[in-house]
């Protein structure tokens, strides 16, 4: 017995060849699917997958998207030979077939390499030593706080992290608290602040029985005879600068509203009169975290909070045998010691940074530095989290939230950029939480959001949907151009979004990306994120062939049968899932 079995496209033979024996069906590139025997040719349901082999004296052809039409040799053949007589024809219009798909994959692979190569010199440009725009103004400030990191952890072990988090709280107006055991060098970090920026410094220590005058300075006799409540208040805390307040949390009623009052409105009542206060920061440190409700309000005052814990097993043979070591153990032995003593520091220098640059940092950085939405989604999404999902729950005040986001700005500004990327949330471990343990629930958090899916199944979604419009506009010239809108779209979207993944692999590799990020820190994110990286780089550059092979095609006008070999895939999903009216006119019948 001979078998016949053929390819149908628009009622024209593209594929004829003979078998002999029980008989074997043929796969191929096309749309139409049709079996006979006994000299008639049946359409054939469709099925969704597979080719089914053909028997002797039966014809058994099963709908595949590449159709095969299989009929007995003999009275039928002659019928079907009748339909095109000239095999040569179908040779022709096969080689012409071929060299138009090989055409359109050449000019598919030298557009998207050239959009690749394209987008990643973009990204190398934009990255241009400071993350990819040129704040202006910000490169002096860039180098000055470089070297204040470097003054502030001179002769400390283990207080890079410490040191950072300071200058952030300061840059950007807030206070910080340090919670941790006695003898860690808490108070010598708020005393280099000081000597850092020049500016007047204020240190306390409290305990149950403080008095306000402690703080805020003694009344005036002079002005009690005058039936005046009038402090002297040079000296003390309301004309400081930056101020160190150890045991922050025994501050009684009679200390705390004023104290709330100085560190977030920056005012002080003195008397009848209401005064402005210089303070940049306060730091305050405790061995331990408030107990009573009536402490929540000035715990919700320190935006970052950090525990400082003792120096590590590793480093404890550099503290007590190095040069470093053995100033940080003399600054703790006589606390106040000045830098200057340490060889590193001479107090006739002027200030790395100013006054000036603290109060007009944060300014600026509102002003210049934009919040993407993703950003955004990320900050919320993490306060729902903490509130709903964690257990206890962990409050997030309206307030912290809004000034964490100016926080990531000032983060972004003095990192020379005009934009805060997801990765600048990392900082969030530090500011969101209410207990220390919940830090580490944070940061767990949060590389799980910078490593979830990116929106790369939408534009999957949305690709296949162009796809369908696109085989169904096929003859419909008008309605293709509309089509080839969309993929432009869609194109430029994965452009940008390659650009993104590239220029953050380009400002990890120059190592300047966030300088409030520690080096160990960001090795540490390095390892989790690298491999998330390199997958998501993979998946849109895999998606953005896909698309840019569906606009080279709509372009050069693709006939159905080059468009199934060029996206099979995408394809056969339509075919499988496109109802038949829709694919009948595609010579699917």
Avoid at 42 to 55: D, E, L, N, Y
Avoid at 304 to 311: D, H, P, S
Avoid at 401 to 429: I, N, W
Wanted: contains cysteine; negative net charge; charged residues 25%.
């Amino acid at each position: 017995m001979h078998r016949i079995s053929c390819i149908v496209h628009d009622q024209s033979l593209l594929f004829c060849s003979t078998s002999s024996g029980g008989g074997q069906a043929y796969s191929s590139s096309a749309t139409g699917l049709w079996s006979g025997s006994s000299g008639s040719l049946v359409p054939q349901q469709k099925h969704s997958t597979g080719i089914r082999k053909c028997c002797s004296g039966k014809s058994l052809a099963s709908h595949h998207s590449r159709g095969v039409l299989s009929v007995s040799k003999g009275q039928t053949g002659s019928r079907l030979c009748a339909a095109d007589k000239d095999s040569s024809s179908y040779a022709q219009r096969e080689t012409d077939l071929n060299m138009k798909l090989d055409s359109l994959k050449a000019e598919t692979k030298s557009s998207f390499a050239e959009t690749v190569e394209r987008v990643k010199a973009m990204a190398q440009k934009e990255q241009g030593g400071s993350e990819g725009t040129d704040v202006s103004g910000t490169a002096s400030l860039q180098a000055r706080l470089s070297v204040a990191i470097e003054e502030l952890t001179s002769g400390l072990i283990e207080r890079d992290t410490e040191v950072r988090l300071l200058l952030l709280a300061a840059l950007s107006q807030e206070h910080v608290l340090y919670l941790g055991p006695p003898g860690t060098a808490k108070s010598e970090l708020g005393r280099r602040l000081s000597k850092l920026c020049g500016g007047s410094y204020f240190e306390r220590l409290l305990t149950r029985f403080s008095v306000p005058e402690e703080l805020f300075g003694p009344l005036s006799m002079r002005a009690l005879e005058n039936d005046e409540y009038v402090r002297q208040v040079d000296g003390y805390l309301p004309t400081a600068d930056v101020a160190f307040v150890d045991e922050i949390f025994k501050a009684n009623s009679a200390i705390l509203n004023t104290l709330l009052t100085i560190l977030n409105e920056r005012l002080f009542d003195n008397g009848s009169r209401r005064t402005r206060v210089p303070l940049l920061c306060l730091v305050g440190a405790s061995n331990e975290l408030p107990e009573s409700e009536e402490l929540d309000a000035l715990y919700d005052r320190f935006l970052i909070r950090r525990q400082v814990g003792q120096v590590s097993p590793a480093g404890l043979m550099d503290m007590l045998t190095t040069r470093k070591g053995k100033w940080q153990t003399n600054s703790l032995r006589h606390p106040g010691v000045s830098m200057s003593d340490s060889g590193d520091w001479e107090d006739g220098d002027a200030p790395l940074l100013t006054v000036e640059d603290f109060e007009t940092t944060r300014q600026r950085a509102e002003e210049e530095v934009h919040v993407p939405a993703e950003v955004l989604n990320i900050v919320a999404d993490l306060r729902q989290y903490l509130q709903d999902k964690c257990e206890p729950p962990v409050y997030v005040s309206d307030r912290r939230l809004v000034k964490s986001v100016a926080l990531l700005q000032v983060a972004a500004f003095s990192s020379g950029r005009t934009y805060v990327t997801p990765k600048d949330c990392m900082l969030l471990q530090h500011v969101l939480w209410q207990k220390p343990e919940e830090s580490e629930k944070i940061y767990e958090w949060l590389l799980q959001a910078l490593t979830q899916d990116d929106g790369m199944q939408q534009m999957q979604y949305l690709l296949s949907g162009m796809f369908g419009r696109a085989c169904k506009s096929l003859n419909k010239p008008d309605q293709v151009a509309g089509v080839v809108d969309e993929v432009k779209q869609l194109r430029q979207t994965l452009e940008d979004k390659l650009m993104d993944i590239y220029k953050k692999q380009f400002g990890r590799e120059s190592g300047n990306e966030n300088v409030w990020i520690s080096p160990e820190e960001v090795d540490a994110l390095d390892t989790a994120l690298s491999p998330k990286m390199d997958k998501t780089r993979d998946e849109v550059e895999r998606l953005l062939y896909e698309v840019v092979t569906l606009e080279v095609a709509l372009s050069q006008s693709t006939e159905p049968v080059v468009l199934a070999e060029l996206m099979p895939r995408h394809w056969s999903d339509f075919v499988r899932n496109a109802p038949l009216e829709q694919v009948q006119p595609l010579g699917l019948k």
